[in-house]
């Protein structure tokens, strides 16, 4: 038995120090999990449950190449936010338990469409046109856990054309990545190769064609693109 069409190539990620590479399967992302990004979007920065949104595997961007500033948009904002990547799943993981689900760590962006996404929010709609588009995921080297361990704090910062724009920390996290990791286990049967983008500090703004994206977890790693 063949295949109707060719199939799609795989998406996967770099692992830093290997020749392997990382084979993705979902990426989930959760929205305001630091305080001070919660009030700078108008909303009320206390412990609600988290949620969530996807977006699409194949909208990673490998650390490097260029981001391409996508169509029917004026305003595409950076969101800087540790990725945890999972090597195994499963559902209903107590907290106590997941850590033992993630295989590493890496830098990443979840590019957005702001004038969309603010759209959809004023209608009531899902935010896929404003976050799921090509390219929308760029992501630095996972960093494998057994290297560096689970890091609950150090600074996450990015710098457009050399100038900070956002910094934070990652023990400002409201929902820590073992509790995304439960909390996820219970919507959804977590898999080998799913990716969870933890949410983005305060900061977040415009860029434009031109700009030079730096981001910086402490001790996980950094993350360079160009808007093209
Ligand atoms: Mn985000």
């Known amino acids: 038995m063949g295949y109707v069409i060719t199939p799609p190539p795989a998406a996967v990620l770099p692992?830093?120090?290997?020749?392997?590479v990382f084979p993705v399967h979902r990426i989930y992302c959760v929205g305001r999990?630091?305080?001070?990004h919660a009030i700078e979007m108008g909303h009320d920065p206390d412990?609600?449950?988290?949620?969530?949104?996807?977006?699409?595997?194949?909208?990673?961007?490998?650390?490097?190449?260029?981001?391409?500033?996508?169509?029917?948009?004026?305003?595409?904002?950076h969101e800087i936010e540790l990725?945890?990547?999972?090597?195994?799943?499963?559902?209903?993981?107590?907290?106590?338990?997941?850590?033992?689900?993630?295989?590493?760590?890496?830098?990443?962006?979840?590019?957005?469409?702001r004038d969309l996404q603010a759209q959809c929010k004023k209608a009531g709609r899902p935010w896929e046109i404003g976050k799921a588009f090509?390219?929308?995921?760029?992501?630095?080297?996972?960093?494998?856990?057994?290297?560096?361990?689970?890091p609950d704090s150090g600074a996450i910062w990015l710098k457009v054309n050399g100038e900070l724009r956002q910094e934070g920390d990652l023990n400002q996290?409201?929902?820590?990545?073992?509790?995304?990791?439960?909390?996820?286990s219970g919507l959804f049967e977590l898999m080998p190769g799913d990716l969870i983008m933890s949410g983005t500090p305060a900061g977040?703004?415009?860029?434009?064609?031109g700009d030079e994206m730096h981001g910086f977890i402490e001790g996980v790693g950094a993350l360079s693109t160009k808007v093209v």
């Open 15 to 20: 692992v830093r120090g290997s020749a392997d």
């Open 33 to 36: 999990n630091y305080a001070a």
């Open 47 to 77: 412990r609600e449950a988290p949620f969530f949104f996807q977006k699409n595997p194949d909208n990673l961007l490998i650390n490097g190449a260029d981001f391409p500033y996508p169509p029917n948009s004026e305003d595409v904002h």
């Open 83 to 113: 990725v945890v990547a999972l090597k195994s799943g499963g559902t209903n993981i107590p907290v106590e338990e997941a850590l033992n689900c993630v295989y590493g760590y890496a830098v990443g962006l979840d590019m957005t469409r």
């Open 134 to 150: 090509e390219q929308s995921a760029p992501c630095g080297d996972l960093v494998p856990a057994s290297e560096i361990g689970n």
């Open 173 to 184: 996290l409201i929902w820590k990545v073992p509790e995304m990791i439960a909390y996820l």
């Open 204 to 209: 977040v703004a415009a860029v434009s064609r």
